[in-house]
Structure formats: structure tokens, C-alpha cells
């Protein structure tokens, strides 16, 4: 059986990729039968090893196969010309890659995860989407906005026990919008707080703390992700609640660190597990994006950012710029950088 979970919402996916492994049966013999590979480096022999073995005291095996589809995703046009022998290699390897995907053993569960920004053209002209999506289990996972992310949170409010207002509700929202991760724990802590009552507004805002930083990291993955309307946005709303300027460039300047480190252990070949005991991550989610977000970006890039933040910072203690202005000024400057 071969599973595709695809889109931006990484919290949906990431249940959906349990509830899998939870109806595969004992989930202690499922860990010794489980594979994880990396689509962008994965060679088609190396999948057709892993695919093809057999499960150990189990029915069932599992491949899961992070970002093979992105692999295949169209480039954006360029003006340089292109080399045709790199260019004709593409439908020979997504040819391949779809055969083995298609040819693999009953006994095998294979599972496509990939972060891919949904919109029009998403996937249409993906070359390897194309040979295996027939008979496979095809799932989207879009942002959640509007109704529908108030549904979700009405039902999650529900399944844990409690009830939620509607202002305390659309509160939520708008503090943390369609971060899932966010909205999960806060929603764990709120039912926990107010222990069988309704959660109200009241119970919402003492949490503006955590609401706020959810707001920063937010700001953060669009100015790493080029979505300068949406950056701006969110720093306004900062910047209005009084989060300090100096806040928001040393989170972005972590994010740009642990850039440069997982590119540098990468390219060091250094295995995915001790890359990420050294960066401290321990949830997949946080890897996944960290390491998708890696291969947007050259070294080179990602050092000229980093400068940039250096600059900004020097240039509001030396007082040259006022601490807002500056910082509207970077992040303006570092959406336009692609």
C-alpha cells in the first residue's frame, strides 16, 4: 500500500502518519520493522533494499519517505541556459522511482511525506506524482483557516472533555492562527485549567505570553519562507503588543544558526540522528522543517542574512535606526531575498 501525505499543515500530517502506524498492529514490533529515508538523497537501489525486505516477526513493514515528491518538483524558470544531459535525467529517475514505488510487496507500507505549498499548480506537473498517485491513498493537508480551523478546534476541545466560547475561540485564532503544534498545547493547558468549565476569554488571554511567541515564531517562518505580506503582518501585530525589537532578531537569528549548522553536518555527511542530538531537536516535525528549509538556501545566502541581522542590531544600539523601523526594514529586505 502506498500512502502520499502532502501540504503545509505538518501537525495534520504528522497525525495522520501515526494513525497509520497505529493501525499496523503492535506498535513495539512495528518500530523494529520501520524505515525513514530522505527523498532528496535517496537513490533508487537503496529504496529497492529497504521496499523489498521482508518484515521480522510482523505482517507488515514500514517505509516512510521524507520529501521524495519535492525532489521532483519543477524548478523555477531560469534565464541561465540549462545543461541537457541534467535536464533529460529527471523522467528516467522519476520513471524508476515510480516503478520501484509501484512493484513494492504487499508486506510493505509505504508512506510519502512531504511539505509542498499547496496552491493551483501544486503537484500538477510533478513528474513522479504523476506514475504512482492511481490506486495509491492520496491526502492534502492545507492550512486550516477560518471555519474550518474553528472546527478543528471545537472538535479538539471536545474530544479532550471540555467546551470552548466563541470568543475565547476566535481569540485563539487570532493570536496563533493555523499553527496546529501552538494550538494543541495551549488547548491541552487551557482544558486542564479550567477543569470541566467552559473555556472563556478571560482563561485565553492569560496566555498572551505564549500566544506572543507563537506570534514571533510565525513571523519567522515567513520571513524564511519569502512571504513578505504575511511577515510584515505579523510584525506589525508585534510590534503593537510590545514585543521588542531585539527579541525578534535574536529569534530569527537562531533560526539562520541552526540553518548554516544543519547545512555545514550535511555536508559533513554526518547522520540525521546526531544532527539532530547536536541542535537539540527531538520532535519530527521540527527536523522535517528545519531540515525542507535547509535546502532553500546556499551557505553563501544564508551568511549574507546573517550579516544583515548583525548590521541591524549594531545599527539600533549605535542608534542610527530606531529599533521598529529598523526591523521592519530587515525583514522588508529579507523577503525580497530569493
Request: proline residues 3%; glycine residues 6%; aromatic residues 6%.
Amino acid at each position: 500500500m502506498l500512502h502520499i501525505l502532502w501540504g503545509e499543515d505538518y501537525f495534520s500530517i504528522e497525525e495522520a502518519l501515526q494513525t497509520i502506524k497505529n493501525g499496523l498492529g503492535d506498535l513495539s514490533m512495528l518500530s523494529s520493522n520501520t524505515s525513514v529515508l530522505e527523498g532528496p538523497k535517496l537513490s533508487v537501489n537503496e529504496l529497492k533494499v529497504v521496499g523489498e525486505a521482508m518484515p521480522f516477526l510482523s505482517l507488515k513493514r514500514l517505509v516512510v519517505i521524507n520529501g521524495l515528491l519535492t525532489r521532483f518538483e519543477p524548478k523555477e524558470k531560469s534565464y541561465r541556459p540549462k545543461k541537457t544531459e541534467s535536464a533529460n535525467k529527471k523522467p528516467d529517475e522519476s520513471a524508476a522511482f515510480g516503478a520501484c514505488l509501484k512493484g513494492l510487496p504487499d508486506s510493505t507500507v509505504a508512506v510519502l511525506v512531504d511539505h509542498i505549498e499547496m496552491g493551483k499548480k501544486a503537484l500538477q506537473n510533478n513528474a513522479l506524482y504523476q506514475i504512482i498517485f492511481p490506486g495509491s491513498d492520496v491526502r492534502p493537508f492545507p492550512l486550516l483557516k477560518g471555519i474550518k480551523l474553528s472546527q478543528w478546534i471545537q472538535e479538539r476541545v471536545t474530544a479532550q472533555g471540555g467546551s470552548i466560547s466563541r470568543q475565547a475561540m476566535n481569540i485563539l485564532m487570532e493570536n496563533i492562527g493555523g499553527d496546529l503544534y501552538t494550538l494543541s498545547n495551549e488547548l491541552v493547558k487551557l482544558n486542564s485549567y479550567t477543569a470541566g468549565r467552559m473555556i472563556e476569554e478571560k482563561d485565553v488571554r492569560s496566555l498572551v505570553s505564549a500566544s506572543r511567541e507563537a506570534d514571533i515564531f510565525a513571523m519567522v517562518d515567513a520571513v524564511i519562507d519569502r512571504k513578505a505580506g504575511l511577515a510584515e503582518q505579523i510584525l506589525e501585530k508585534l510590534l503593537q503588543n510590545g514585543v521588542v525589537p531585539q527579541q525578534i532578531l535574536a529569534l530569527i537569528s537562531r533560526q539562520i544558526q541552526m540553518l548554516i549548522q544543519v547545512k555545514e553536518l550535511k555536508k559533513a555527511r554526518k547522520p540525521t540522528a546526531e544532527i539532530q542530538t547536536r541542535l537539540g531537536i527531538f520532535s519530527s516535525f521540527g527536523w522535517d522543517r528545519l531540515s525542507a528549509r535547509s535546502e532553500k538556501y546556499t551557505m553563501e545566502k544564508l551568511m549574507l542574512i546573517y550579516q544583515s541581522l548583525l548590521q541591524t542590531d549594531l545599527a539600533i544600539k549605535t542608534g542610527k535606526l530606531e529599533g521598529n523601523l529598523a526591523v521592519n526594514i530587515l525583514v522588508a529586505d529579507l523577503c525580497e531575498r530569493g
